[in-house]
């Protein structure tokens, strides 16, 4: 089955700890990126990458870091710094093929207890 | 600020009948237009999208509208079914962005049988 699987679907985590979110597509995708979303609001990037080995802040990218080390994966540290971690924390991939429409994944929702 | 607004947070239709959901945007280098379908706890879901080079594309029960002068466009769904209801996204890029998406806040159609 083709398609984006992200993991943990439920984390907890205790203030002033990190926690890293799995991203992972077989989709052979170049793009993937985060959102973030909270009540009420629409989707904010965070960080998105275009190519292995290079990403770029999004628009709320404070508090978080991001890796691409292999195409299929792209993971998403929360960090101690971040203020307002708790979310509902969404990543998507995409490729020119698709245009500008982008996949996502089922969604991981982050606690901050 | 808000590049694509929402301006109605929900809305209520009745079985059968149409959903008509609304989206501005103030970017004039917007040139691609997508709506996302969200379920709670889980991903959005793409449904449909529209080029800058047309004004109407259909798909099924959905049809996008776009009104480039007005900086407007709009999601139809007729008829409409009680599966419908959702939160629905509007989103948009531009031709440097390419799939890097600005959402708009959704809107969470409810559909009463």
């Given at each position: 089955d083709g398609g984006i699987t992200q993991s943990p679907k439920y984390l907890f985590r205790k203030e002033g700890q990190n926690v890293t979110l799995s991203c992972e597509q077989n989709?052979?995708?170049d793009a993937m990126y985060w959102y973030r979303q909270d009540p009420g609001q629409g989707l904010r990037l965070i960080y998105y990458s275009q190519i292995v080995n290079d990403f770029q802040k999004g628009d709320i990218a404070e508090g978080y870091s991001v890796s691409r080390e292999k195409k299929e994966s792209f993971p998403l540290t929360v960090t101690s710094?971040?203020?307002?971690?708790t979310a509902f924390y969404l990543c998507a991939s995409g490729t020119r093929i698709s245009g500008n429409t982008i996949y996502f994944g089922e969604g991981s929702w982050l606690t901050v207890v | 600020d808000q590049q694509v607004k929402q301006n109605s947070p929900s809305l209520s239709v009745q079985e059968g009948r149409i959903s008509i959901l609304n989206c501005d945007y103030t970017n004039s280098m917007f040139d691609y237009f997508l709506w996302y379908k969200k379920y709670p706890a889980e991903g959005p879901t793409f449904l449909i999208s529209i080029s800058s080079i047309k004004d109407k594309n259909e798909d099924g029960r959905f049809t996008v509208f776009l009104n480039k002068s007005a900086k407007h466009l709009s999601l139809h769904i007729v008829?409409?079914?009680?599966?419908?209801s959702a939160v629905y996204f509007c989103a948009a890029s531009d031709r440097t962005s390419g799939s890097r998406l600005t959402f708009g806040e959704g809107t969470q159609l409810t559909v009463n049988p």
């Open positions: 989709l052979n995708h710094a971040q203020k307002n971690p | 008829p409409s079914q009680p599966g419908d």
